[in-house]
């Protein structure tokens, strides 16, 4: 997506073949909320074993990802201006949630003037804390949705225990913290959004995430403990330190 979004239309065509030569012809991974709802899929279908496995990258919508990356040429200025606006509307969308209680955060804090301000584990704490409101207005109706079925509140402890479900569940926290509940450097342009956070799910999947946002590889580095937890997290590293760790192979 941030490939196609380049206004120019060669320099979008060359980075497009660049991702097709990185990837080394495999299909990319499934976008996070298609992976939190196939895992749902799974803890439904699982055997009596109680195992939970699921298959990703067989989501039909990204088929022309698939294209794209094969021909980048069909990522035309209509096709750019189209992920454009999705993009806006979803960093919008994901805004109203995480930015919409700022003000009844920051009075509330006010009121404690003399106290420690929160820190994002502190947040946290709290978020863990609701987690029976998290079961009930979040996971509840959305495996509800995706499986047909009603979702018990032992389930749902039992469930948690796949990491894709807390690193998504995660980024919505870290985003609250950031957004709402820090005093300084809140603004939109400083910290993660909601695209790059709910990609804290792909930490259950993959040995390495490089990234060369310095606010996404912070938000990931914290998110990540929810994966090492269950031996499970991958490693996240700053582009500069993937390129210098190359160089030496070049």
Avoid at 30 to 53: C, F, H, I, K, W
Avoid at 137 to 159: K, W
Avoid at 212 to 240: C, H, I, K, T
Wanted: net charge positive; charged share 30%; glycine share 6%.
């Amino acid at each position: 997506m941030e490939a196609a979004k380049t206004p120019e239309g060669q320099q979008r065509i060359s980075l497009v073949k660049l991702l097709r030569r990185l990837s080394d012809n495999q299909r990319p991974l499934d976008r996070p909320n298609t992976l939190v709802r196939a895992a749902a899929r799974s803890y439904a279908e699982r055997q009596p074993s109680g195992a939970t496995t699921f298959t990703t990258n067989v989501d039909p919508d990204l088929d022309g990802v698939w294209v794209a990356l094969n021909d980048p040429e069909v990522i035309d200025d209509d096709a750019r201006l189209e992920i454009v606006t999705w993009a806006k509307e979803w960093g919008d969308e994901y805004d109203r949630i995480v930015y919409g209680g700022r003000d009844r955060f920051q009075a509330l804090i006010a009121k404690y003037r003399d106290a420690r301000r929160p820190s994002v584990a502190d947040t946290f704490r709290s978020y863990l804390r609701n987690v029976d409101q998290i079961f009930t207005s979040l996971v509840a109706p959305i495996y509800q949705r995706e499986t047909g079925q009603t979702l018990s509140r032992e389930e749902f402890d039992e469930m948690m225990r796949e990491p894709i479900w807390p690193l998504y569940l995660g980024g919505y926290a870290y985003a609250l913290h950031q957004r709402a509940v820090q005093v300084n450097d809140y603004s939109r342009t400083r910290n993660a959004g909601g695209i790059d956070l709910g990609q804290a799910v792909y930490l259950r999947l993959c040995d390495t995430f490089v990234t060369n946002d310095r606010a996404q590889y912070r938000a990931l580095r914290f998110l990540n403990r929810f994966a090492r937890a269950s031996n499970l997290g991958a490693e996240v590293l700053p582009y500069g330190h993937f390129r210098r760790r190359l160089l030496p192979f070049g």
